[in-house]
Every structure is written in structure tokens, then in C-alpha cells.
């Protein structure tokens, strides 16, 4: 213990003085960062006047930093060191623990060479006192293991012992003990032999123990047993626990018993070993055997003790041992039965045995027999006689040798490390042949992939050599020449094709990819490329020839490109070959496809012609000088990186947008490119010196030339400006234009059109004009001015492009409209927010409509008002004039169908109106009776006629109520007039016919009397046939009556509903005999009568004529007024139309 105190003294100062160090160097870092960041912040301050007094300020400032920083961390570690020093030594000696046994395992090795970790066994032996054990583990024939650290020679808790046959390790059950020593020591045995950590435990219990009261043995036992458990819980194990009771000097007259004995029966083992028992535990009756036959041994030899000691006090001593030896039987079942009882859910610890051992040291004797006899006698004490101690050490020599190694497999295995070491073998042995089996399988795969493709390849080249013999490689012809490459290219592309996983590139291999690839990249180098380039020269030169100046240009570019190893701009090669292909007629799907193809690899490879044709360019720049370069020029910036971008300003006009407007199919300008926009505007410098144009002239260098001339590049720039301005403001006038309103045909798309256009967030109109207003609000960047603090500006920067300026505003005053609308006038409103106020009170207006319970009888009533207010659907009307074509047509939308609404629901209203209240009392009433229905036998009521044709009568009334507010048009129609100018409700035309033809009614019936129905006539003959005497009209007395002679007119009166007479009777006389004779019967039997025989009528005369045979009489009839009841048709005419 001296030497490691000593060392951890040396280490807990080698600790300290480190802590110190590294809190002094870090001070010293703190200090130093301090200073220098406030040193360096005062420097760039304002205050450098004061700089002397600024460095103190920050020498003071870092130096109570690091002060600071020093205290708190040597505090801290002053606090930890207290409570560290034990964890470090506990700490250190764990790790020795770990170091020595793998020594001690080490060690071991080179004594006995072992097939297996698990050939030799290892035991734990538990002591209270692992000192005392010592002589009877040498005796048992282990060699203590020696430490320089620690070991058999110092007082350690964790011994080591070894021998040929076993390792024992000694564990201290003292107060010396640390469970971290232990848990160290189950990790150090578990990691050397997991399945099977010991093979058992040695249970060492001193004599003294014994001789203890009842409750010090329960705790032993108890404390022994937790040991123990814990010991079983830990390896997985159920180990054999072996009781070796110690120092039985301490018992007098025992081991005086064996004195005479020689040595190899004191060697002998003295104890008793249980049989198996699976569940563990100990067996009462086995004990008090084993026990009384262990005395029954001493009984027995006691003769032969006695016969080999001469010593008088010797041989009372060995008369008294089998009775010493006796008082303990007791004692020690009480520790054997509380040890290794079961619990009701759990198996008790695997009891072996019990043994006794003496150490040959001296010990304070007890006598347990003169303690016992003093005690029947009733003495509490009595003097204890002191006898010689034996130092011969007894029955340890062969515990091990012939009791406990005998049973070194007794423990068993830990089942889940030994199934865990099963299934990891297996395994192991599977993943092996597994290794062994797919090695095969992906040699195999790999050996029929590699043969499958070298077969394929060799029948495609057989093919390949077959179609260059029949049709050889003709330079002029490039179409004929794409199928044969394209048969290479295939070949070639096999070896391009990804490989699969089981290739192995590292395997021989007898591959002619290098010859294919060499092949087809030669062939398109000698073959295509010469074919390109014969193409391209051919199209030159007859559009040269042509003198199409555009056409020509395009295709020296081009020519210029297929020379050029650094091109970039390949794709307008690759469209020039692909459409040059269709052209000649020889273009379909596959040979686009694969020429497209066959160019990528050229391009890639970066091949080019040997040799280009000077006299064909020369002559090619001389027909594209006629005339500039610009349009190629203008193409060539639009379709630069920088510009071809396009905004989607979808999302800038709004969700909302959508649902009012629409895009003409097939259009896409709402995807703007970023050169149309302010921000494109303002990065796009088309002046002379200006990059993107020196750009555009490099691209075409070989017609435009290395460097024009400053009058030409001046016309270019202009030119430029010129036609980018108009196609700014083209293409904004284009957007507008493609934007279509959405139809509203219905009474819900109108409501949902203003309710869109009322609200103001999210407004299309105002997106609209929003949008379009911000990307033509074009404004010039503020132009760099020349000052004092840049003074060589040069001036060219300095000065605003006058050409880009006035670009600006002509884009801007091309749609002042829609900037006026969005910009506040001078009561701070903006035009467009009016507008949106318009909307505002018609969705107003319309909500009553959509809300109201009875929206016909509203409609109705808004459109009858004798004093119409101004409707907010007419004032919006009126503003669409002021407002581009798409607004305008979006107002017409929504106004006409707002009207369109009202109308319609007015006539609803009218038309139910009508069908019940006059349609369906006439059909019910009048309809079907006579005289509206001249062949009905049934009269229609007089009182009924009266109601419904009467002043305020139904007709009467509806027309008064209904259609006063119809007013009549140019052409006499009569209409109600609509919600806007010049449209209104026109009815069905046969309605007004009926209120006509009513009016008629009602002047016939009612111009007697206003009140009641009558019919005033006059009736006279005006011929009758000579062979009659008289014709007579009668009722209860003749009424009209005539005989040849003078006619006379004869007042006559219809009454109605007061008509007296219900029958009339004509009668023709011939002298006394009755030529004819008819009755008429009803209400309107002067009707019956008169109507079947009317021969001509008008407005107040009537002729009728009575035909009987050859007989005849002629009337004339002649009412007031300038409608005649009589006319035949004047009531059944009256028909009603069922809707209006």
C-alpha cells in the first residue's frame, strides 16, 4: 500500500502542476486576444489622438481577463481534486487489474500449452482474510502470482494463483473490497472466456465464524449469497460453490487429534461431497449423515490416535475431538441451510460440499465442550486451559487435486453466449461457402457476360464488313453514309454500356474494344467529317450563287464553326446537318436519330476538318458585305445566357387572375424573357465599346470581322438600339393583346366575377395594369457623375446614353395609360382604385339580388319604378370607354349579364304573375264555355265574363298593375326598359293582342252600362222568300215579328245575367202552315241564334240569313259602338297565350 500511495502522491502533483500550466497558458491566450482586438478596434477609431491612453486602457482591460480566467479555472480544479483522488486510484488500480490478469493469462501460456482457453479451469476463492488463506492455497499447490504493483505481497482485494491444473483467484469479501474491482474482474473473465467465465467458487468460512451468535452466521450467509448471486447473474452461470471451513486450530483438542497421524492421511480431504442436484440447494438428511459419519471416522480412529501419542495431554486432547468436533455440526448447518436455501420463484445456489482445513498458524482456542459442561452447570465462566498449537497444516493438499477439479464441468455453459457462438460458427461457416460459392457464380456471370458481348460484337462487325463491301463509304453522299456508321457506333456503344456488378476488370480478357474504338473514331474522322464538311460547302455555294445574303451568312457561320476545335455552339451545327438531312428527303425518325447521335461524338471529340475552302469564304463575305449584319447579331444577344431567361408573371397578375381572363391557346408569352424587362433593359448595353455587342461580333468574326470600322460598329449599335426598342414595345403590346376575358353566361359567373373584382387584394384588373406598368416602366440607372472622390472617371461613363434614354421613354409613353391608372392624381386616388369602387357597389347593388327571397318580384320592381335612381350597373357601363379593349370587354361581360339577370328575373316574375293570375282563372272559368268555346253546350257565366273582362276586372287589373310600366317602342312594340340603354323586356306579341282583343270585349259588353253585362241592337228584315207569310222571334211573346211589308227597326237588348227570357223560338209561316220552327235556350241564346247564321259583319251592321229549303228570311242586326258581339269569332277568338 506504501508504494501506491507514494505513486499517486506522485501523480496527483503531476496533475496539479499540469492544471497549473494549462491555466497559465490560457490566461496568456486570453490576455494576448484581449489586447490585440482592443488595441486593433481603438486604431480605426476616431480617438488616435489619445492612442497612449487607449493601449493602457486595453493592457489593463486583457490583463483582468486573463486574471479572471486563471482564477476560475484553478478554482474549479482545486474543487475536483478532493473528490478525484479516490476515483483516480480506483481508476488506476482497475486498470492494473485489467493489465495483470492479462499478464497472469499470459503467464500461464508459457507454463501449459492449451488446445482451448477453456482447458484449464478457474476458480474464485472468497475470503474475509485472504491473508490467512494463503498457506493452505500453497498447500493446495498454486504458486502466488508476483506484481511489481501489486500482488501476493501487498494487501490487495484481487489475488491470483497459479497451478498446472487451474487458476485461483483469490476475492476479498472485506471492507477492503470495491465493486468496481470486481465489475473490472467479471469484464476481464467474461472478454478471456465468455461462454464459461469460472468453473466455481470456493467458500472460505473461519471456525471463529461459526462460534458467532445466530444472527452474525444469518448475515454471513445472507451477504454471502448476494455475492455469490451476483457472481451467477453476471456469467450466466450456475457455479458450484464448495464450503471450506478454516482454521480449525481454533477449536481445542481437534487438530491435537492428528498428530500421531502421518502426513498423507493429514494431506487426505476431510468433508463431504453432495451428489448432483439439478435445482441446487441442500439436503438436511444427507447433512446430519455425512456430518455424524465424519464423526463416526474420528470415533473410529481414535485408537489409532492414541496408540501413536505418548503425550498424556495429547491423548485427552484426542479423546475430547470427536465431541469438540460435534458442537459444531449446529452452527454450521445454520450457515449452510440459510446459504443455499431457494426462494419460491428461484433455485437455490449449487451446493458441492463442505470441507475442513487447518493452516498450521496459531489462533485463540475455543473449548466448546468445557464451554458446554460450564454451562449446564450454571457457571458463566470458567479459565480457558492454553494447549500447544499445531503448526502442521491439515487436509488442504488435495481439495483441489481430488474433490474440486474432479468436477470442472459440473458448471455447465452461459446458453446464450454458447447459442450466440452457434449461430456466429454457423454463420461463419455459411458466409465462407456462401464467399466460396459466389466467387464461383460471379466468375461464371463475369465469364459469360464478357463471352456474350464478344459474341455479339463479333456478329455485328461480320454485318458491318459485310454492308461497307456492298455499299462502300461515298463522301458526297453523308445520308447514304449514316446507316454503315451508325453500325460502327452500335458496336461501339456494347463497350460504352455500364457494367454489371459481378465484372471483374482486373480478369484477362480478350476484348477487342481498343480495336473498335479506334476503328469508329477513325471512320468518323475520314468519313463523316469530310461528308459534313462537302455538305456544308455545297449549300454555301449555291446560296452564295443566290446571293441570299441571310442564308448565306447563316451558313458561313456555320462553316467557320466546323473548323473551329473550340466551338462551343454546337446544337446550331447539329439543326443545320439534321434539317440539311431532311431536306434532301432521305430524313425519318431513325436517321434523324442517328445522325444526332454520330454529330455528339464528333462534337465531343472536338473533330475538324484538315483543310477549309478560302475562295468559297472569300466569295461568301463579299455577298454578306452588301449588306449588315444586324439581325444575326440582334438573334445572336436574344439568345445568349445572359437574356434568354424567362419570368413567369403568372404569379405577379395573381390567383385571382385566371378566373377573368385567359391567354390565347397556344401562347406563352406570359413567360417573359428577362431582355424584356427593366432589369434586362438596364443590363443590356448595346452601345459601341459595350461587351455584349464586342461579344456578338467575336461570335461571328469570320463575317462581321475582326474589327469594323468605328462608323460601322456606330451603324450596328444604332441599328441595334433601334430594333430592340420596337420589339420592347411589340412584344408588351403582344401580351396585352393575347389576353382574353372569360365569358360571364351566367348568373353565377356574374357573381363571381364581381366579387373577384371588388376586392382589392389580389385584384386582376389591378394586377393587370400593375404588372404591364412595371415591366414598361423603364428608367435609366443613375449615371456615374465625376466628383472629387473620382476624379478619373472617364467621361463617355460619366454621361447618360442619350439613344438608351430616349429608348426608355418611348417604351414608357407607349403605355402612359396604364402607368396614368396606377399612379395617384391629385386628390391622391388612383384611376384604377375608382374603377375597382365601380365594381364595388354593383357587387353591392347585385348582392340584394342573390340574397333576396323573392329575386323576380325585386328585378320586377327595380325595372317598374316610376322614378328609376341611377343603377350602379349602368354607371359602370359608362366608364369602360376610358379603359384598354380587355377592360372594356370584361365591363360589356358583366353589365350585360347583370341586365341580362334582371330582365330575365322580371320576366319570371311576370309570366308567374301572369299564370296565376289571369291564365289559370280564365282556363278554369271561360275557356271552356260557350261563347268561347263554340262548341261547348255549357254557357260560360255571365257574372264570371263580367269578372275578368270588367273595368278592374283580372285582365283589367293585371295590365294596369303589370304593364304599365311598358312603354311602347318605334316599331309599336311594347318593351320595359332594362338596366341599360337601349335594352328592355319585350313580351310575348300575342299577349298584347289579347289585351286588344279584351278592350273589344269590354266596349261591347260594358258600353251600355259599366257596371252590368247588355248588348244593345236594333233588328230588322230586310228580304224574305215569297212563299213565306211570316217569320216571328219569340220568347213567352212574340219580340220581333215580320210579314212582308215595310221593315221596321226593332229595339233588342241582351241583359246578361238579367236576361228574363232563358228560351227563344224562330218560327217560319207559310200561310198557315209552320215552315220551320228552333228553339234556343241559356243565358246567350240571343248568341246562339244570331252567330251560326251570319253572313257578313262589321264594326256595327251584321247580316244574317235563316235557310230552310228554298225558304229564307235576311236580317240585319246593328249594335252601338265599334266592337259587334256579333261578329262570329269575337269570344272564341279570345284565347290566351300560356306563357308571356
Known sequence: ??????????????????????????????????????????????????????????????????????????????????????????????????????????????????????????????????????????????????????????????????SEHSILISVSTGEDQHPEYLKTLCQCLMKWRPRQAVNGVLLTTEVSLLLDSNESISQYADEMKSVITTFN???????????????????????????????????????????????????????????????????????????????????????????????????????????????????????????????????????????????????????????IPVHQTLFAQHLMSHVVLNEHELVGVNKRKENSLLFAQVGYTFAWVGLFAATLAVLKLDFDYQSQREARADAMLERYKEAISASPYDIENMAGNIPNLYSLHTIYSLYLEPDPWYTLPFMPSSSIKTDVEEAYFTELEQVLVPSMENTLEKDLFVYVNLEDQAKTLSLLNNYRLLFNEKRTNIEELKNYFVNSLKDQGEADSANVAQLTILLDEVFARNLVPIKANTDLESLAKKVINQTGVETLLYDHILNSDSFSNRIDVRSELGSNFQTQFSFSPEYVGYLVPHIYTPTGFNELDLSVDSPILREALQAYEGVAGASPSAAELHRISRDLKQQYQNDYINYWRDFVRHIEVTPVTTPSDLNRAVNTLSIASDNPISNLYTTVSKYTSVEIMAPQIADDANPDAPKEEQLQDVDKKEAARQITLSFQHYHKMIKPNEQNQKPIDILLEYFTASQKWLTKFYESNEPEKLAYQTLSATLKAENPILVLSQQSSGHQEVIQQLIKNITNQANEMVLSLAHEHLNS????????????????????????????????????????????????????????????????????????????????????????????????????????????????????????????????????????????????????????????????????????????????????????????????????????????????????????????????????
Open 1 to 162: 500500500m506504501s508504494s501506491n500511495s507514494q505513486s499517486s502522491s506522485k501523480d496527483s502533483k503531476q496533475q496539479k502542476k499540469s492544471g497549473k500550466l494549462k491555466a497559465i497558458l490560457v490566461s496568456l491566450l486570453i490576455f494576448v486576444l484581449v489586447y490585440a482586438l482592443t488595441s486593433g478596434g481603438l486604431w480605426f477609431t476616431s480617438f488616435q489622438d489619445q492612442l497612449a491612453a487607449l493601449l493602457i486602457i486595453g493592457f489593463v482591460t486583457a490583463l483582468i481577463g486573463a486574471f479572471v480566467t486563471y482564477w476560475l479555472m484553478t478554482k474549479s480544479k482545486r474543487k475536483s481534486e478532493t473528490n478525484s483522488q479516490e476515483r483516480i486510484l480506483i481508476a488506476k488500480r482497475k486498470k492494473l487489474l485489467s493489465q495483470h490478469f492479462a499478464r497472469m493469462l499470459k503467464l500461464q501460456k508459457r507454463k501449459k500449452r492449451l488446445n482451448s482457453r477453456y482447458d484449464q479451469p478457474i476458480y474464485l476463492m472468497l475470503s474475509s482474510d485472504p491473508q490467512q488463506d494463503k498457506t493452505v492455497i500453497t498447500q493446495m499447490g498454486y504458486e502466488a502470482y508476483k506484481l511489481d504493483d501489486f500482488g501476493n505481497d501487498i494487501e490487495f482485494p484481487i489475488l491470483f494463483w497459479l
Open 233 to 387: 447473474q453476471t456469467f450466466g452461470l450456475s457455479l458450484p460453490v464448495y464450503n471450506v471451513v478454516t482454521n480449525l486450530g481454533s477449536i481445542s483438542d481437534f487438530c491435537q487429534f492428528f498428530s500421531g497421524f502421518d502426513e498423507s492421511k493429514r494431506d487426505d480431504v476431510f468433508g463431504a461431497t453432495i451428489p448432483y442436484q439439478k435445482h441446487g440447494g441442500i439436503d438436511a438428511n444427507w447433512f446430519n449423515e455425512q456430518y455424524d459419519h465424519l464423526i463416526g471416522q474420528l470415533i473410529a480412529n481414535m485408537s489409532n490416535a492414541l496408540s501413536g501419542q505418548l503425550n498424556q495431554e495429547y491423548r485427552n486432547s484426542i479423546a475430547s475431538a470427536p465431541f469438540q468436533f460435534g458442537l459444531l455440526k449446529q452452527n454450521l448447518w445454520q450457515l449452510l441451510q440459510r446459504l443455499y436455501r431457494g426462494e419460491q420463484l428461484s433455485d437455490g445456489l449449487m451446493f458441492r460440499g463442505f470441507y475442513f482445513t487447518h493452516n498450521g498458524q496459531d489462533h485463540e482456542q475455543n473449548d466448546l465442550l468445557a464451554s458446554t459442561i460450564n454451562y449446564s452447570l450454571g457457571n458463566e465462566s470458567f479459565q480457558q486451559h492454553e494447549q
Open 913 to 1140: 304573375s301572369w299564370k296565376s293570375e289571369v291564365y289559370s282563372p280564365y282556363q278554369q272559368t271561360l275557356a271552356s264555355f260557350y261563347p268561347f268555346n263554340r262548341s261547348s253546350k255549357i254557357d260560360a257565366s255571365v257574372a264570371d265574363v263580367k269578372a275578368f273582362f270588367a273595368n278592374e276586372g283580372t285582365i283589367d287589373t293585371f295590365h294596369n298593375t303589370r304593364l304599365k310600366g311598358f312603354v311602347i317602342q318605334e316599331d309599336n312594340t311594347p318593351f320595359l326598359a332594362g338596366l341599360l340603354d337601349n335594352s328592355g323586356l319585350a313580351l310575348d306579341p300575342e299577349l298584347w293582342q289579347m289585351i286588344d282583343k279584351a278592350k273589344d270585349i269590354r266596349q261591347a259588353l260594358f258600353l251600355s252600362d259599366p257596371n252590368n253585362v247588355t248588348v244593345q241592337f236594333k233588328l230588322k228584315a230586310t228580304s224574305m222568300s215569297p212563299n213565306l207569310t211570316e217569320f216571328s222571334i219569340s220568347a213567352d211573346k212574340a219580340i220581333f215579328t215580320y210579314r212582308h211589308g215595310p221593315t221596321l227597326w226593332s229595339e233588342q237588348a241582351w241583359l246578361g245575367d238579367a236576361q228574363l227570357e232563358e228560351k227563344l223560338s224562330i218560327n217560319l209561316k207559310a200561310q198557315t202552315a209552320s215552315i220551320a220552327n228552333e228553339d234556343y235556350s241559356g243565358n246567350w241564346n240571343w248568341f246562339r241564334l244570331i252567330e251560326p247564321r251570319v253572313k257578313s259583319a262589321n264594326a256595327q251592321n251584321t247580316q244574317v240569313e235563316f235557310e230552310y229549303g228554298d225558304s229564307s228570311v235576311s236580317l240585319s242586326i246593328k249594335t252601338a259602338g265599334q266592337a259587334n258581339p256579333f261578329v262570329p269569332g269575337f269570344f272564341s277568338g279570345f284565347t290566351l297565350p300560356n306563357d308571356i
